[in-house]
């Protein structure tokens, strides 16, 4: 389960407690509103209507929300006065790969590791709370975080068996191929973008494939959808190659590989913004 990367506030007040579950939700809903936006504008639409079952189920958490406040005579639209809560939602890296990396199981995923990194607050602060008041409501809220988990949960198996049912034949590639062939994209960029950053990322994906034929690396890539033409394209194979070190961070168990992956992901992160300055090869 993700960690909560910060402490959260003590929360000692029913209308503290309930206008901080309102501005989790809002800050849910304003990212996967800005998610959904970006698949409309880099031509995802299949994926619009996933962000939008994203944005249903946030507005319903926020509207549960709003009716057990005013059930309790507490207006929960406030912020004054009362500490704000850690940024919780996490888009993953989805606001910076490449939409065709993208995938409604990725959409999923990011969303039920959001609805488990909201849980583990909600545990924290029953665990901490000052009065049996607060501690039953906090209690009250990780019982339907663990709700929502589960719904997004099935939503998530759903979406990888439609996933594989329709993809074609991924030919057997790996995260190593897939690294390697970014190797050869970097270095043979070197004619229109000569740098020192380009070396150093060229530099790095050579040691990540050292390092995950070392470590015993086992990860095939969910390629699914994706064209032939765009394996040739730099910055989209540097986007499904951070996809892949993302999906590794979230289910490996080997702490060498757990921490080999974020250190990846970070490399590639900024390779991937990079890229994104580099003019298209004709």
């Not at 029913?14 to 901080?20: F, H, P, V």
């Not at 929960?76 to 704000?84: I, L, R, Y």
């Not at 008041?133 to 979406?159: S, V, Y």
């Not at 095939?220 to 032939?228: A, E, H, L, T």
Request: charged letters at 30%; proline letters at 7%.
């Amino acid at each position: 389960m993700p960690k909560l990367t910060e402490e959260p506030p003590v929360l000692d007040t029913m209308e503290g407690l309930m206008q901080t579950a309102a501005r989790m939700e809002q800050e849910a809903i304003k990212g996967y509103e800005a998610l959904r936006d970006r698949m409309s504008a880099e031509g995802r639409p299949e994926l619009i209507p996933v962000f939008e079952r994203l944005i249903a189920e946030e507005r319903s958490h926020l509207f549960e929300v709003a009716n057990w406040s005013r059930a309790s005579g507490i207006e929960p639209a406030g912020t004054t006065g009362f500490p704000s809560p850690p940024d919780l939602f996490d888009p993953e890296g989805a606001d910076l790969i490449p939409a065709e990396a993208l995938s409604a199981y990725r959409a999923f995923s990011i969303a039920v590791r959001n609805e488990e990194r909201a849980f583990e607050f909600w545990s924290y602060v029953a665990g901490r709370a000052p009065s049996p008041e607060i501690r039953q409501a906090a209690e009250r809220m990780a019982r339907e975080e663990l709700g929502h988990i589960a719904t997004l949960r099935r939503e998530r198996r759903l979406a990888f068996h439609r996933a594989r049912q329709a993809a074609a034949p991924a030919g057997g590639l790996t995260l190593e191929d897939l690294e390697r062939r970014l190797h050869r994209q970097l270095l043979g960029l070197g004619d229109i973008a000569d740098s020192g950053e380009l070396s150093r990322f060229a530099h790095d994906a050579g040691e990540r494939l050292a390092r995950c034929y070392e470590l015993g690396v086992v990860c095939r890539p969910n390629i699914d959808g994706f064209s032939p033409a765009a394996f040739e394209r730099p910055a989209v194979l540097c986007g499904i190659v951070l996809d892949c070190y993302l999906d590794l961070m979230a289910r490996e168990k080997d702490e060498n590989i757990l921490v080999f992956a974020q250190d990846a992901a970070s490399q590639l992160v900024r390779c991937l913004l990079f890229l994104r300055g580099v003019p298209p090869q004709p």
